[in-house]
């Protein structure tokens, strides 16, 4: 994956920042370190005194400060880098998109206040583009029988079958508003979508709870039925929060023991409660044979 440079932009300092000032011959300024009031002033780059009195240049995306009793050049939020260098963080797949990148595959990035490591995501740049994705059932070569560490930290290859993980997902859906879209297949080959025009899950201290479902679209029905999960909580085999995850062999956001799942068993029998299937639904719509959950800002 190539990168690519972000746009310079203008910033106004409001600090009061030291340059130096180099005395003409005759002059009477004999000072050649002076405090300037910038604060009316528009600039690129910002002159900075750090701690060991040096004089550096900060990038446009950074700013003079002391933090910690050092002061230095520090990049700005959504930015890395050292002070002087600060690349743009892709907090998701919409700002891959944004800048210019619309082929499918897999990018790096890192949310919003994620103080993990960067990782990597699926990027759907179909249907509007910007589309992180969070599952993807392909043809149940993995296990979504799993622990709740395990649907916590995330499981499987996210160019093929995968769970992003909940701590992930958490992060992503908190950092702005987002929309879900559910691509599924059904077993009779048919394809159907739902999507919702807003989505957000908790963190893990309120058990990852469904705290925002959106108004329903799409022509896989049954979108009414998933909305009513809104403040249901994630349960998973080792972890039962109400739900019966034992009978649906997943986990997922159950709050009673009669509920659809598309974390479901891909190799469940026919008809099975057990295997992948959208809400109240029977006949095309249980053994789904293709899911992707994705998510993108509104």
């Given at each position: 994956m190539d990168y690519f440079n972000t746009k310079d932009y203008l910033h106004i300092n409001h600090d009061i920042t030291h340059i130096l000032v180099t005395s003409e011959p005759g002059s009477s300024n004999e000072d050649t370190s002076l405090p300037v009031d910038t604060t009316s002033y528009t600039t690129i780059r910002t002159n900075c005194l750090t701690s060991n009195g040096s004089v550096i240049e900060c990038s446009a995306n950074?700013?003079?400060?002391?933090?910690?009793?050092?002061?230095?050049?520090?990049?700005m939020s959504g930015y890395h880098g050292n002070g002087v260098n600060c690349t743009k963080h892709m907090a998701d797949c919409k700002d891959w998109y944004d800048?210019?990148?619309?082929?499918?595959?897999?990018?790096?990035?890192?949310?919003?206040?994620w103080s993990g490591a960067s990782f990597d995501v699926s990027?759907?740049?179909?249907?509007g583009g910007g589309w992180t994705v969070l599952q993807r059932r392909v043809n149940g070569s993995v296990d979504f029988n799993r622990t709740w560490i395990i649907y916590k930290e995330g499981f499987g290859d996210v160019s093929h079958e995968f769970w992003l993980g909940n701590d992930k997902l958490y992060h992503l859906t908190n950092q702005g508003n987002y929309q879900l879209r559910l691509d599924f297949v059904s077993r009779s080959g048919n394809p159907f979508y739902a999507q919702?025009?807003?989505?957000?899950?908790?963190?893990?201290?309120?058990?990852?709870?469904?705290?925002?479902?959106?108004?329903y679209s799409g022509n896989a029905d049954g979108g009414s039925s998933f909305r009513k999960r809104l403040n249901y909580i994630f349960s998973t085999s080792d972890r039962n929060n109400g739900g019966c995850p034992d009978d649906y062999h997943c986990g997922w956001w159950f709050g009673k023991c009669q509920i659809r799942s598309l974390n479901g068993d891909y190799h469940a029998a026919k008809n099975a409660k057990s295997s992948i299937s959208w809400y109240r639904?029977?006949?095309?719509?249980?053994?789904i044979k293709y899911t992707e959950m994705k998510i993108r800002p509104v």
């Open positions: 950074a700013v003079c400060d002391v933090r910690n009793d050092v002061r230095k050049c520090y990049c800048a210019g990148n619309t082929t499918n595959g897999i990018y790096t990035i890192i949310p919003t206040n990027c759907n740049m179909t249907d919702f025009d807003s989505f957000r899950i908790n963190n893990e201290s309120d058990n990852y709870r469904l705290s925002r479902i959106g108004e639904y029977s006949g095309p719509y249980d053994n």
